[in-house]
């Protein structure tokens, strides 16, 4: 089982800017699929973004497109969200989730995808 750990949240102004990364060991890092999911106080838990293992194929939720960014490094077994023109909705604990990369489809958004969690980085969002 590949064991995953966030780092990078904190509190950042709205319309501010925050990277999170999400360190894996224990496996082979590039034979995983990786995914970020976020849960906000009160709410379920929601996809937003996934990354193939090869980083050639990215997948985000709607109301991130255009202002997260996903990418990993391979050599450093690292997977990284960034986050830019944050706003109080961004507000969450967010999570990077694995799973081994396989050649049939399957649907990355969906949380039952992933079988190795981090424990999270809390993202706070100031107005």
Known sequence: QV???ESGGGLVQAGGSLRLSCA????TF??????????APGKEREFVAAISWSGGRTTYA???KGRFTISRDN????VSLQMNS???EDRAVYCCAATVAESYYYNPTRSDAYNAWGRGSEVT???
């Open 125 to 127: 969002i100031s107005s």
């Open 75 to 78: 050599a450093k077994n690292t």
């Open 86 to 88: 944050l706003t109080t």
């Open 3 to 5: 064991h995953l750990v």
């Open 62 to 64: 709607d109301p991130v």
């Open 24 to 27: 894996a060991s224990g496996r």
């Open 30 to 39: 590039s034979n995983y699929d990786m995914g970020w999911f976020r849960q």
